[in-house]
């Protein structure tokens, strides 16, 4: 990964979806002084799209708006996994040498809607067929989830929510962040109920945002003689895509799968990570991937949180610039923008959210309440 380029994640009623994507995408060629010629290829993530600005086929679509006319592009769209899998798929392009020189973008637009529209949206990433007509929505299947977690480990929700407080912490200092403002917990357990238990501050908000990174080969990045960092590994796991068809609402066999591929596949241990970017849509999701990344035993994720081992300056530093919550969630982009931080954070960049002697980082994006799950591995290079 030899640049990136990101807009702030916010409401951007002046800008189109296209405009986005240029924007994230020019600002990464720029910074590693490349023209669009030079890119073999474009992997774009998108979510909703197709559903909310009425657009399909936007790879290509958004590969004319940059004036690449000629050069393979491909639109990936797998729920809040679909940055992730567009990088996973251009790393194994460039790694097999199909292509040399190409850009990962994830961006996506869903402000310009109501907050049914939303919800709507959201639930329509799950099997329709099973959930439509039922009125499930993903606020009533994370709630299952949050329940079970608390009754199971004898945890209280404010404790849970302290995922959220860690998470607006972290963005007060982030520049590229749609809420960088401080939250407490008493803010979280006085807002309004979505689903019982879930409060609406714990939960990911509409944003709009666009995050674009450029990956070649590691003799490549050499010759262009720019900073890189190495993606030492991408692994994809799925489990039952139908919540209510697994053994165990808490099990997350696929975080599991993907996380010890991972470690299994480059001998890097959990002890090994400098900091972790989690997929924590609602707070209770950012606990329980602490627990399976193999971070701290069951029911332990609230221990990290309470005694502050995620923070900036802890043991573990945990979604360092804000996570979903707090640097912002435009889904299909989530993954790319994980990536960026990763970036910053192996070369230098992060500024006031720098952890200190950053070397190995992890990412984790999710779908479906891990029925999808991909777990990204990036290191510090030349």
């Known amino acids: 990964m030899v640049s990136v380029g990101y807009t702030r994640v916010s409401e951007h009623w002046e800008k189109s979806i296209k405009g986005l994507f240029v924007e994230a995408a020019l600002k990464a060629l720029e910074n590693a002084d490349l023209s669009v010629r030079s890119l073999d290829g474009m992997y774009v993530a998108n979510v909703f799209a197709g559903y909310l ?3 399909t086929n936007l790879a290509n679509v958004l590969a004319d708006s940059l004036g690449v006319y000629d050069k393979f592009a491909i639109s990936i769209d797998a729920g809040g996994a679909s940055g992730a899998l567009a ?71 404010e404790d849970v929510a302290l995922m959220s407080v860690v998470d607006h912490e972290h963005a007060i200092t ?9 939250l407490s917990v008493e803010a979280i357990m006085s807002s309004a109920i979505l689903a019982d238990p879930i409060r609406a501050l714990e939960v990911i908000s509409p944003s709009d ?30 489990d039952k895509f139908n919540l209510m068809e697994r053994d165990d609402l808490l099990s997350m066999k ?44 069951p029911g332990e994720g609230v221990e990290l949180l309470k005694n502050g081992e995620v923070k900036l300056s ?24 994980q990536a960026v931080e990763a970036y910053l954070q192996l070369t230098g960049n992060a500024g006031p959210n ?11 994006t999710s779908c479906g309440f891990n029925s999808i799950v991909v777990i990204n591995l990036f290191e510090a290079c030349c």
């Open 354 to 364: 720098q952890v200190k002697n950053a070397r190995i980082g992890l990412t984790q």
């Open 53 to 55: 600005q009425g657009q």
């Open 87 to 157: 990088i996973h798929e251009a790393y194994k392009d460039v790694a097999h040498g199909v292509r040399d020189v190409v850009m990962v973008c994830g961006v996506e637009k869903m402000s310009e809607t109501s907050p049914q529209e939303v919800v709507s949206a959201l639930t329509s990433v799950a099997d329709q067929e099973y959930l439509r007509y039922t009125g499930i929505t993903v606020h009533s299947l994370a709630a299952l989830i949050y329940k079970t977690y608390l009754r199971r480990f004898n945890k209280k929700q």
């Open 254 to 297: 696929a975080l599991i799968e993907a996380a010890q591929r991972a470690y299994n596949s480059t001998g890097i241990t959990p002890s090994d990570l400098s900091f972790v970017e989690l997929y924590d849509d609602y707070s209770v999701m950012g606990v329980i991937a602490l627990e399976k990344l193999g971070l701290c035993g």
């Open 174 to 182: 982030c520049s590229h962040a749609q809420y960088p403002f401080k």
């Open 314 to 337: 802890g043991s573990i530093p945990v979604n360092t610039f804000g996570g979903l919550k707090a640097r912002g969630a435009p889904l299909g982009a989530v993954g790319v923008y």
């Open 209 to 238: 945002g666009s995050a674009a990174i450029i990956m070649c080969p590691h003799e490549k990045a050499k010759e262009l003689g720019l900073s890189h960092v190495k993606l030492v590994t991408s692994q994809i796991a799925r």
